[in-house]
């Protein structure tokens, strides 16, 4: 058939696809231009990423390393592009997982670490490893196959976190678990012993009289006494035992794997024989002792806060047996921490309840035989109890802290007391007020008000003394010394109570200007058969006077007594011979006594 186109019409045809094709190159062109810009934008960001940006391809070759990725590995670009990945950053114990992903990814297409975020360590040019942020995504298409690794180096946040978590579980001060830790350690090791059927004891530890080292040294001094306690203490125990640091001087130990409890007790031995060698800080040589109570799990308790209360009591009743010993928990100790819970919730109510009354004996001045002084002592008629002692609730109110409130209220009423005394029958009469070293120590700013009630009421400070111990005398603490100097200023007096039974330092007495000695009732008593304590008293008596103070000797019961007490000088005597303790009724029939017989026979009363 023949050619019906003409040559026009093959002009057209050629003129169309030149057309075509030169929109085709355009089109092209102006597609290259934009992945070129792409291309171009995405360097851009690659290099300015906080990332390490390491792309590589399905058989494991690097083919992309931006700035960080130098940065934080160590190699250049020309250095590692077209080198296996697994021979330059990741680590040896990494490799054998990885290529075995990249085999099951190649063949399935599955991985369990694409499009995540992971942490992970990789390989740093001079053979470190260091923590790295990692989240991995693939591209999979006709035109280009690689994978695109986008790594942060969070060295410094892992750093940070260690640096939290140290603070968050280790003492400071002797690097040992603190007690958040140690918590964790119990637990974890009882369920250890759930596991293999085993026990474990868990001990309280607690450096007897820390506190007068520390005080007497100073606290840096106190500080290393306690590093070298602590390193001590992990010698004795074995490496899968826990040695922890509480607070203070208080210590735990958990010893897990117990199968005889018996075997206990030569490793609180041990570690009381351990602690009781004397200990060398610098030219200062330290000696301690320590109180240990031990608890089993699970034959005691399976509950962490029974736990620490066996332990805790265990350790306080080998401390109240003398220092250097270890106690085991018992019922019995469980009993006694009850009933002591009891009374602590008792005398809260006391104090509320009126259930406390002062009663008054009478301190006689012997030279010139009269009544113008007694001892203010606390009673507590507990409403099932009856009579109860204070040498029961005392120590176990200055124990809870319950012993200021008591002090106070006890300063109030004695004061008031006293007050009207003065004016009805003497105007030099004085009470004594006996206080605990806690009303010192912790309650100061309590007993600051004592002055200022004074002063709002106007009583003079003579209305009142106050009896320390010894022991106060030995505290070196600046708040201590400031307190009896703001006594002194109020014209507060202060006596020594028991004088001779504690340190009976002369030096302390001169400088803390005391007011009275009270001689131990248990020298004058014996003085009318035993001649030490015939010589004892008197020389307290002599010396007393040459400096200056006057003397009270408590526990009179026999004339021969108050006769040899006055013969020695002796300022006052208080005692049975006199009176027993009596309620403030009472007390005012003693002083109506004394008002109005004739002296020589009110010496003789025995009310």
């Not at 509480?246 to 570690?271: H, K, M, R, W, Y």
């Given at each position: 058939?023949?050619?019906t ?19 085709l ?34 058989d ?5 390393w ?25 680590p ?50 006709p ?16 750093h ?30 009882m ?44 010698k ?12 203070g ?167 008031e ?25 912790d309650?100061?700013?309590?007993m ?5 009630h004074?002063?709002q ?19 070196a ?22 004088f ?36 004892l ?6 010396m ?16 021969n007594?108050d ?8 300022d ?36």
């Amino acid at each position: 058939m023949p050619d019906t186109n003409s040559p026009a019409d093959e002009n057209d045809e050629k003129t169309l696809l030149e057309a075509r094709v030169k929109a085709l190159e355009t089109d092209l062109r102006q597609k290259k231009e934009i992945i070129l810009a792409q291309h171009t934008q995405l360097e851009a960001f690659s290099e300015s990423s906080i990332d390490a940006l390491v792309q590589m391809d399905f058989d494991g070759y690097i083919t992309g390393w931006n700035k960080q990725a130098e940065k934080i590995f160590g190699w250049s670009a020309d250095e590692i592009l077209e080198q296996k990945i697994e021979q330059m950053i990741i680590p040896v114990r990494y490799r054998a997982a990885h290529l075995k992903g990249m085999k099951r990814f190649l063949e399935t297409g599955e991985t369990s670490v694409m499009n995540s975020l992971i942490e992970i360590h990789a390989l740093h040019r001079n053979g470190h490893e260091f923590p790295v942020e990692l989240s991995l995504s693939v591209i999979d298409s006709p035109d280009l196959q690689e994978f695109n690794a986008y790594i942060r180096d969070i060295s410094e946040r892992k750093h940070a976190e260690t640096v939290i978590w140290n603070q968050a579980n280790f003492d400071s001060l002797t690097s040992l678990p603190n007690r958040n830790l140690f918590l964790q350690n119990l637990e974890h090791e009882m369920h250890s012993c759930d596991r293999s059927n085993q026990s474990m004891a868990l001990m309280y530890l607690d450096v007897d009289r820390f506190k007068d080292v520390n005080d007497s040294l100073g606290h840096d001094m106190g500080d290393l006494l306690l590093i070298e306690i602590s390193s001590r203490l992990k010698k004795v125990v074995r490496e899968i035992d826990t040695v922890s640091r509480l607070s203070g001087d208080e210590f735990t130990i958990i010893l897990g794997n117990i199968d005889d409890q018996l075997a206990v007790q030569p490793i609180c031995q041990e570690l009381l024989d351990s602690l009781a060698r004397p200990f060398q800080l610098d030219n200062e040589k330290v000696f301690l002792t320590a109180s240990i109570g031990v608890t089993f799990y699970p034959q005691d308790s399976k509950k962490i806060e029974d736990l620490q209360r066996n332990a805790d009591q265990a350790m306080y009743a080998a401390k109240s047996e003398g220092s250097n010993r270890f106690n085991f928990f018992t019922p019995e100790l469980q009993q006694r921490a009850l009933r002591k819970r009891k009374m602590i919730g008792d005398l809260r109510k006391a104090i509320n309840g009126e259930q406390f009354e002062i009663y008054y004996q009478p301190i006689i001045d012997l030279q010139e035989n009269m009544l113008n002084k007694a001892e203010a002592l606390l009673r507590w008629h507990h409403p099932e109890s009856g009579l109860v002692s204070p040498a029961v609730f005392i120590p176990i109110a200055e124990e809870s802290g319950l012993i200021s409130e008591i002090g106070n209220w006890v300063f109030y009423n004695a004061i008031e007391q006293a007050g009207q005394w003065r004016e009805q029958y003497n105007g030099e009469f004085q009470v004594s007020i006996n206080t605990s070293p806690w009303q010192w120590i912790d309650e100061a700013a309590a007993m600051s008000k004592w002055f200022s009630h004074l002063s709002q009421h106007g009583i003079s400070g003579q209305t009142i003394s106050v009896e320390i111990t010894e022991g106060l005398l030995m505290d070196a603490r600046d708040k201590i010394t400031n307190r009896l100097l703001d006594f002194r200023d109020a014209e507060i007096q202060v006596s020594i109570d028991d004088f001779g039974t504690g340190y009976s330092s002369l030096s302390y007495l001169k400088q803390f200007d005391i007011d009275y000695l009270k001689i131990d009732q248990s020298f004058v008593r014996n003085m009318d058969h035993d001649p030490n304590d015939l010589a004892l008293c008197e020389a307290i008596i002599v010396m007393a006077q040459k400096l200056g103070i006057k003397v009270i000797a408590e526990g009179v019961e026999t004339e021969n007594q108050d006769r040899l007490l006055k013969d020695f000088g002796c300022d006052f005597g208080q005692g049975y011979l006199y009176s027993r303790p009596v309620p403030a009724a009472d007390f005012e029939s003693l002083l109506e006594q004394w008002s109005t017989k004739d002296k020589s026979s009110a010496s003789k009363n025995t009310a």
